[in-house]
């Protein structure tokens, strides 16, 4: 199993540009997650999923849309590219997710974000 | 929004030196994880402890649940230059219906040969 996959691995991105952060995983898992890692400050929640057609808002869904419409996939769009959306995004699916308290996560190599 | 605090924000320390790492928050958390990230990786999970004053070990790594759920420690005996990474505690609480995790800012560890 390659778990969680994450394209691309780094980019660069100018003022007002849009793009998708691309995420897949092999797990069957029902539960996936986008956070956002910014220097010294940890993760911070953007949208999850608890299933494919159902998505929900994060700690921090300002800027961002996602969409579910397959188990595996869960990309992240970004609209109007902003210097405050420089971070390093991750993607991370789980398997008894909201209904439990003691589920694991697992997390994606990470996209590295430079908005300039 | 349910803050923890971690502490120390940075460590640095020679192989073979113990160490302690602190989670704290004033909330009660329903269980509390500790992950493990390398540089260019995501996270990965080590523990997950459920019990207030539960203990687990994993190796030279021992994590203990405070007994109110309010905090949380991760001890490393005899550190080795492996063991350097972002130390991450996330704690689950219930929320609307259902189960929401939220994480401290992590404690770096660079352990020097």
């Known amino acids: 199993n390659a778990g969680v996959t994450q394209t691309p691995k780094f980019r660069i991105l100018k003022i007002g540009q849009s793009m998708t952060l691309q995420c897949t995983q092999d797990m069957n898992h029902n539960y996936m997650y986008w956070y956002r890692q910014d220097p010294g400050m940890g993760l911070k929640l953007i949208y999850y999923?608890?299933?494919?057609?159902?998505?929900d808002k994060g700690e921090v869904p300002n800027g961002y849309n996602v969409s579910r419409s397959t188990t595996e996939d869960f990309p992240l769009r970004l609209e109007l590219a902003a210097p405050s959306q420089t971070s390093v995004y991750f993607c991370?699916?789980?398997?008894?997710?909201?209904?439990?308290?003691?589920?694991?996560?697992?997390f994606g190599p990470g996209t590295r974000l430079t908005v300039l | 929004t349910q803050l923890l605090e971690q502490s120390p924000q940075f460590l640095s320390i020679q192989e073979g030196e113990n160490l302690t790492v602190y989670c704290n928050s004033s909330s009660v958390f329903s269980s509390l994880q500790w992950y493990r990230q390398e540089p260019g990786e995501g996270p990965v999970l080590l523990v997950t402890v459920v019990t207030g004053g539960e203990v687990k070990k994993l190796k030279r790594l021992t994590f203990q649940f405070g007994d109110a759920r309010k905090d949380s420690s991760l001890h490393i005996t005899a550190a080795q230059p492996g063991d350097t990474g972002l130390y991450l505690c996330?704690?689950?609480?219930?929320?609307?219906?259902?189960?929401?995790?939220?994480f401290g800012k992590g404690t770096k560890l660079s352990v020097i040969p």
């Open positions: 991370a699916s789980s398997y008894r997710g909201l209904s439990s308290f003691f589920d694991e996560q697992f």
């Open positions: 999923s608890v299933g494919a057609g159902i998505t």
């Open positions: 996330a704690g689950a609480y219930s929320g609307a219906g259902s189960y929401q995790l939220t």
